[in-house]
């Protein structure tokens, strides 16, 4: 038995730390999501900012973007030239889709400097492409409402998960580099 442990070493130590970063996270997310309410910003702090930038962004592409909270659920209404189109959620804000490619990351863990800048920049461009998927979904939705399932079911994960993707397969690629030397 000891001898599977050492043979299969380096996959269990993905495996442990993957499971382990990733409750870790999760859970301290949630308790965010328990304890920091807000009336201001509704409903939780970066649900709203990302709320806040997805109409900033929308309104430079030349829409009359809108948000407001949703009087019934914890959700921002994203309005488009006066036409009611989503709802940003807390699903919507990217935290989650940070939680997993972070946890990828420490999972291959390097040098420190370098794994830390990597997570930090990683999770600026999942942030960013983030942002830009709300808007390109609104704008589609708002231009082509006939493709709203397509857009929200295909385009918008395909965009989030295929950038985190690439950042996993980029980041592989400097760890087999810097462990092959």
């Not at 269990?12 to 382990?20: A, V």
């Not at 920049?121 to 830009?132: E, K, P, Q, R, S």
């Amino acid at each position: 038995m000891l001898k599977l442990f050492v043979k299969y070493k380096s996959v269990l130590r993905f495996i442990f730390m993957f499971l382990g970063s990733y409750l870790v996270f999760t859970l301290l997310y949630n308790l965010y999501l328990e304890f920091f309410r807000s009336p201001v910003y509704y409903p939780d702090y970066f649900t709203h900012l990302v709320a806040k930038q997805s109409e900033a962004l929308i309104s430079s592409f030349g829409y009359n973007a809108q948000i407001l909270p949703h009087q019934s659920e914890l959700s921002m209404k994203l309005i488009v030239n006066d036409a009611y189109l989503a709802r940003i959620v807390e699903g919507c804000n990217a935290i989650s889709i940070i939680i997993l490619f972070a946890s990828f990351v420490l999972s291959f863990f390097g040098k420190l400097k370098l794994t830390l800048l990597y997570l930090l920049a990683g999770g600026v461009i999942i942030y960013a492409m983030n942002i830009i998927r709300i808007a390109i979904l609104a704008i589609g939705i708002y231009e082509y409402p006939e493709y709203t399932d397509f857009l929200h079911s295909i385009i918008f994960p395909l965009i989030i998960y295929g950038t985190v993707f690439i950042l996993w397969l980029i980041w592989v690629r400097i760890y087999s580099r810097k462990h092959s030397v």
